[in-house]
């Protein structure tokens, strides 16, 4: 019986990689000619050995030409648990809703944004946050100019890519440019002109820190470790905030002595604070403005 277990475990074993090759095959049939890139990178990629396509797919065809059946997180979820837990816990886990205004009100909206922020066949908001969606632009405009970011919160290849499984995609700070710049938050110009960017592309990782290094320590998919004011508007309580700062006091420390870092921290918190203040003044003149009925669409 000793002898037969590993035996056993490894027959199966074949038997498991044996059915992914054979579903797989009946896919790439068709699609080594229309998809050959898809296929390539599938066949490069880790997923190639144990994972085939309905595994990620699913198995129904018709849905997936039509563009209704995505390869949502929680599909990578049912392999990656740790991963998709974290992700979905972390502030990348409401990136759909915080970049969002309800539509419910206007004419020629699309029903499909409903659930963005709602379960199937709910009412209820999955999570609360501060919407910021500009509610004059078409659903078209809002799928380019915005969901290709926001839809982090559901899509793992967001950073990962879609059949590729190499590491050195996700752990390359570019692929965070790809959200995190522009006027309205530029994240990424802040660091790229910053030492640790200078550093970074001048002497590589091994001096200049990365978003990734800082952000997602130890390969962590929860990017909102150390952050004690997050952008997505949901604050932290006091107490957390100060775990959340001990954490990335932890990270800065490094390299830098705690001290400084802490008090480099603290002089961003009273920016961040001064500026909310300025925030709050605007939109007192914002409110004074709508309720003379001259916005539209109204906040």
Not at 45 to 60: F, I, L, M, N, T
Not at 114 to 134: D, K, M, N, Q
Not at 167 to 194: F, L, N, R, Y
Request: hydrophobic letters at 35%; aromatic letters at 4%; charged letters at 25%.
């Amino acid at each position: 019986m000793i002898i037969l277990r590993p035996l056993l475990i490894t027959a199966l074993f074949l038997l498991s990689v044996i059915s992914t090759v054979v579903a797989a095959e009946s896919c790439l049939d068709c699609h080594q000619d229309e998809t050959p890139g898809a296929v390539r990178q599938w066949q490069e990629s880790a997923h190639a050995v144990d994972v085939g396509c309905a595994d990620c797919h699913k198995g129904d065809h018709e849905a997936i030409v039509a563009g209704e059946a995505p390869v949502v997180a929680a599909v990578c979820g049912e392999c990656h648990r740790d991963e998709y837990s974290q992700h979905t816990d972390s502030r990348h886990g409401m990136g759909l809703h915080a970049g969002w205004g309800c539509t419910r009100n206007m004419p020629d909206r699309n029903k499909e944004e409903c659930r963005f922020c709602h379960e199937e066949g709910s009412t209820l908001p999955r999570t609360i946050v501060h919407c910021a969606r500009f509610l004059k632009q078409s659903s078209e405009m809002g799928m380019i100019g915005c969901n290709r970011c926001h839809q982090v919160e559901n899509n793992c290849a967001s950073c990962h890519s879609n059949h590729l499984t190499r590491p050195e995609i996700a752990a390359d700070p570019k692929v965070c440019a790809k959200c995190h710049m522009g006027p309205d938050h530029p994240q990424w110009e802040m660091w790229e002109t910053s030492m640790h960017g200078t550093l970074y592309s001048s002497a590589g990782p091994e001096v200049g820190p990365s978003c990734q290094l800082c952000h997602m320590p130890d390969g962590s998919h929860d990017v909102s470790r150390g952050l004690t004011s997050p952008p997505s508007m949901k604050p932290y309580t006091e107490a957390e905030q100060a775990g959340q700062r001990d954490e990335m006091i932890e990270i800065c420390s490094q390299c830098h002595a705690a001290d400084f870092a802490r008090r480099d921290l603290a002089a961003a918190d009273a920016v961040r604070r001064q500026g909310l203040a300025l925030v709050a003044e605007a939109e007192e003149v914002v409110r004074d403005i709508n309720d003379r009925n001259l916005l539209d669409p109204p906040p």
